[in-house]
Nanobody, 118 residues
Framework: QVQLVESGGDLVQAGGSLRLSCAAS????????MLWYRQAPGKQRELVAG???????SYADSVKGRFTISRDNAKNTVYLQMISLKPEDTAVYYC????????????WGQGTQVTVSS
């Protein structure tokens, strides 16, 4: 098992920036991919970005060019840098890990709330 703790969410104005962090309780190098999801009120959880062990990244179309996922294996931490935030980015953001595929493997944590005001 692994515990994933998200942090860094805040209330920001449209156009602002935030960096989210996801700290893992064990080495993230054991996972094939690290994932960031988000869930807005009344909507399903959606995949925002992922980064593989080799550094390959993929993003949802809605965040391409604005969000950047990165990983620091030494700190067992994954980051999501978000710029040019929009009100529609408002959501609870969660991280997870995929062992062999891009499917989230572990129980969801508390997430971190991002609120973007217009």
């Amino acid at each position: 098992q692994v515990q994933l703790v998200e942090s860094g969410g805040d209330l920001v104005q449209a156009g602002g920036s935030l960096r989210l962090s996801c700290a893992a309780s064990r080495s993230i190098e054991s996972f094939n991919v690290m994932l960031w999801y988000r869930q807005a009120p009344g909507k399903q959880r959606e995949l925002v970005a992922g980064i593989t062990r080799s550094g390959f990244t993929s993003y949802a179309d809605s965040v391409k060019g604005r969000f950047t996922i990165s990983r620091d294996n030494a700190k067992n931490t994954v980051y999501l840098q978000m710029i040019s935030l929009k009100p529609e980015d408002t959501a609870v953001y969660y991280c997870n890990a995929g062992l062999a595929t891009w499917r989230p493997t572990y129980a969801w944590g508390q997430g971190t709330q991002v609120t973007v005001s217009s």
